[in-house]
């Protein structure tokens, strides 16, 4: 039998995820407001793919984290540490 969470647990396929997010809420963007700076920048990305980086289930590409730093204005180690900023 297959036994489903209870709840969406976080992921370990990155360490910047929640990170992100916190970055994300500080500048007050919404996920669709970062999705479509993404894809302005050439990153083909939907809302899906941006909550699993965001919950930690998805790895992301050196491109993503540079156009992610870039967009949230923020050097790229702050992805990694945020509470320097």
């Known amino acids: 039998m297959i036994s489903l ?5 976080i992921g370990t396929e990155n360490l910047i995820g929640q990170n992100i997010v916190l970055l ?3 500048k007050n963007l919404k996920q669709t407001d ?3 700076h993404l894809q302005v920048r050439g990153i083909d990305i939907n ?3 941006l909550s699993a980086i965001e919950g ?4 992301v590409s050196d491109r993503e984290l540079l156009a ?5 204005g923020v050097p790229l180690e702050a992805l990694f540490s ?3 900023l």
């Open 68 to 72: 992610i730093s870039d967009i949230l």
């Open 34 to 36: 970062l999705l479509a």
């Open 82 to 84: 945020p509470d320097n």
């Open 24 to 26: 994300r809420k500080r």
């Open 47 to 49: 809302q899906s793919a």
């Open 56 to 59: 930690q289930h998805r790895k």
């Open 5 to 9: 969470p209870t709840r969406k647990s």
